[in-house]
C-alpha cells in the first residue's frame, strides 16, 4: 500500500504539482508551503516501506505506519465531516469525493498496523512463512487499493455496467 500511494503522488508529469494542489485544498490550517506539507507524505510512506521491508526494523515499521494512518485517517474523517468536496488521492488521482468509506478504510488499516506493532516479534524461522505474510499481504493491498472501483462496481445501477446481465 505504501509503495503504491508514495509513488503515485511523485511519479508521472505532474503528479506532485496534483497532489500538492490537493493538500492546498484539505481543511488544514493554511500554510505558506503547501508543497513542504505534500513532500512529508510520500517520504513518510517512503520511510514506513523501507522500516517494514527490513526484518531487523519491522517493528519499528508498524509503528510507523500506525502512526502515519492515524493522520492519514484524522484528516479523511476532518475532510469527510467538513463535506469538503475533494476526490481521494490515496493511490493517485481520482474523481470520486473522499466519503466516509474512505474514512473507515483508513481507520482500519490504522488498526491493523498497530495490531501489528503489538504483535511484531522476528519470526520464527522459515521461507515459507515470509512468503505467506508477503503474499496475503499483497492481497490484502490490491483489494485496499482497488476498493473505490470495486464498490462502485457493486453499487452501481447502470444495467451496462460489468458482470449485469440483460
Do not use: Y
Not at 9 to 33: D, E, H, I, M, N
Not at 95 to 120: E, S
Request: aromatic share 6%.
Amino acid at each position: 500500500l505504501f509503495a503504491v500511494s508514495s509513488v503515485t503522488k511523485v511519479a508521472g508529469q505532474g503528479a506532485f504539482a496534483r497532489f500538492s494542489a490537493w493538500v492546498g485544498a484539505l481543511p488544514l490550517p493554511r500554510t505558506r508551503r503547501p508543497a513542504l506539507i505534500a513532500a512529508a507524505f510520500p517520504a513518510a510512506e517512503a520511510a514506513a516501506l523501507i522500516l517494514l521491508a527490513v526484518p531487523v526494523t519491522v517493528e519499528a515499521g508498524l509503528v510507523c505506519a500506525a502512526l502515519l494512518l492515524a493522520v492519514f485517517a484524522a484528516g479523511t474523517t476532518l475532510a469527510v465531516r467538513k463535506n469538503t468536496n475533494v476526490p481521494c488521492m490515496c493511490f493517485g488521482s481520482s474523481a470520486t469525493p473522499m466519503t466516509a468509506w474512505h474514512a473507515i478504510r483508513d481507520w482500519l488499516l490504522c488498526a491493523a498496523a498497530a495490531v501489528g506493532a503489538g504483535l511484531a516479534a522476528p519470526p520464527p524461522g522459515g521461507t515459507s512463512r515470509v512468503l505467506t505474510g508477503a503474499g496475503a499481504g499483497l492481497v490484502l493491498a490490491m483489494l485496499v487499493v482497488f476498493a473505490e472501483d470495486l464498490t462502485v462496481l457493486w453499487t452501481s445501477t447502470d444495467p451496462d455496467r460489468p458482470g449485469v446481465r440483460p
